[in-house]
């Protein structure tokens, strides 16, 4: 760039019209000096220094295209200085030269009617500030300042409405004409930003105490207005309208009782006494609300049948999520190398070569098998690695199988450290493991017991039984941790003719499930949610749930069952929530401990782990709320809102919890209030608005802050979405908390929010 910049300047020749390169003479005389020397060209010597920006020969070139080239804006939007950066350079010239000052003028002008986003827009409107234009200088482009306030965005909007507001006659201009007043106020007030619609409505106020003839004008904009979702402008507005009421015409008067419909009940009423018209209803309980019927969610499904061939097998070999597919590989493998070890091995053989070095990181020189595509028996350990994911083990299963395996005993060497490992990745890498040491041992049963019969990961209790038949009458022993995941995945309700045939069971693992079955299984554990704080104040504070159940003899799963669970590395979390298909509150214990962000800043958990996990049974507590709560202030995942209808359907989501959990992360700094609010708002608007109210009443006492203590940014929003709902419900009785609130004197958003709130808990009924 540096280099045409230069040969441009040289030669005189036209220069292109090309936008880069205008960015690119944008960024070059913004960082002065940029031309390094160019000894090394001789013909180019005298040009190792750029020119001052005014003797610039390209600056009549470039000056009317830095408003209309793509990518000048995003060049340059973070120029801020005044005096030492392109603003200064561009600020000095039109100082110096009045039509410089003009042509910059209306450049910003064009440029913010051709559009862009605020990023590509910030150092227009820096430098139409640092021009500091005064009233006669806007007034020959007034209309096109309006223009920007029905779209623009905010940053450009804010800066029309400050200047026609200065034009206007209220700072020293002569006035704007009372049809260009009107359609600028209806632009404002048409804007969802409250800043620009307060701004708006104060500009309508004094305007009209200047001229009280303009009353006859406002009804149209304050109309729109009564239309905003936020309670405090609407309120604003209908103030100014019952201010001016008596200047208003007849005309104007109707215009404001046709809009009333859009006004909350208790401000409808306030404007049926001045307005008159049909009075507002007493419209019960709901306020006109007419809630949407909530989904209600299908019945599990059966689960696909295991894979039955090694050709389906072998692209499922790599990492994958899918954990009903895993499941199905798992179940088929085993049942293939049972009913035909040496044709399942000649099967897989042909597809091993290329899998070795990255799974046991060595290398082999045997010439006859190496021509052949296989290792030979010539090995070079690079050291021993741990084998993390279950698709390794599959593989390590595989190498055994075929003989190429370069060790033996890889179940005890490569298992990760077992204390660093949540007891989910445990468990899951234990039933991955035994299946490569049975595959060594030649002892693999005829199947798995835990492969899911439902899609939510539970194993029927009739189908186990029927399992267990099979391994006894094979004379085969069931595989301990594939065990142990079977007993977990039954379901909660007791299958009493299943327990009659397991107690014809005759082995030590057949008496245990036909215990289980009979009644001694599982309790629920107590779940203890708490939170740990980063030393020396650096990091984050961290979930920590902790779990209590007596003991069963049984080792995983008593490890799962007790003890506060360490914060993960967040790897296959997808099997998790079919691990606990009875019990989603130790689920949701094990995920709350990934509710946290990786370096590219994307949850570790995702909206599909939370679904899996809402469709389980056992009572859902604090853990399932505070993962619900936790993607619900995620922003970009309205998946997190679906869930929540669905838990509402279901007629199991804890409302009262979530709203505590959800209070703890925005008191942790974890979730930020707007985004909250937003999820729950949109819940509500889709027929949970009765759960919506109990988890944001209870979420409240938390949220309110003390006597002499700022509020959360976003607090009055979320108090004006508990009187909203409340108001849906009909919900009565005081918070204590919000009753204090509402007695404290001041007009604040959230003050204002908070009597209205307590004026609809407090009301008498009917």
Known sequence: MELALALLRATGIEVPDHDPVVAGWASAVAALPTLPALSTLSTLSALSVSPAPHEDPLL????????EAQGVGRALQWESDPVRSLLGVLSALAAADGARRSELLRGCVRRFLLGGSVAELRF????????????????????DY???????????????????????GLDGGDGLDPLDLVEGWEAVLFRPERKLVRAGLTWMDQRVRLSPGLAASIAGPLALAFASESAELQERALKLAIKHAALMDDEGRTVIRDALGALPPDLGRRAFAVFGGEEPAETGPRDGFDPPALPRPDAPRRAPEPIGSVAEMVPLLNDSDDWQAWERLLAGFVALVHRDREGTAAAFKPHLPGRYEQLYGVRHWDREDTAAGLPGGHWHLYGSHHWNRVHQWLIGAACSLTGVAPERGSWKSRLPDTRRLPPPRLLLLHRAAEIQMAVEQDVVPPLLLATPTLTTGHVEAAELVTRMEVVEAAGAKPLAADLQQALLRLPRERDGEAAERAGRLSSAAGRLVARWLSGARLADPVVEMGWTHPEHGYGEAKP????????????????MFAGSPRHGDGVQLAWWPSMFPSHREVAAVYLSRQLRYDRWHHMAIRPDHLRELVLLDGPPGAAVA???AGLLGTPDMPEAVDILLTMAGRGDLPAAELGRQAAALVGHDRVKLVHLTAALGAASRQGAHEEVWAAVAAALPSLLPQAGQRPRHGLAEFVALAATTAAWCGARGAIPEIEAMAARRGSSGLLREARRLHGLLTAKEG
């Open 60 to 67: 009549d070139v470039m000056l009317p295209r830095l408003f």
């Open 124 to 143: 227009f409107v820096r430098l139409h500030e640092t021009l500091d234009p005064a009233p006669h200088e806007i007034e020959p482009q007034a209309r």
């Open 146 to 168: 309006l223009r920007l306030l029905p779209a623009a965005p905010g940053p450009v909007a804010e800066l029309a409405l400050r200047h026609l507001r200065g034009l206007d």
């Open 544 to 559: 920590a749930p902790s779990l209590r159940a007596p003991a069963t003899g049984l080792p995983l799963v008593d490890r």
């Open 626 to 628: 505070l993962v619900l």
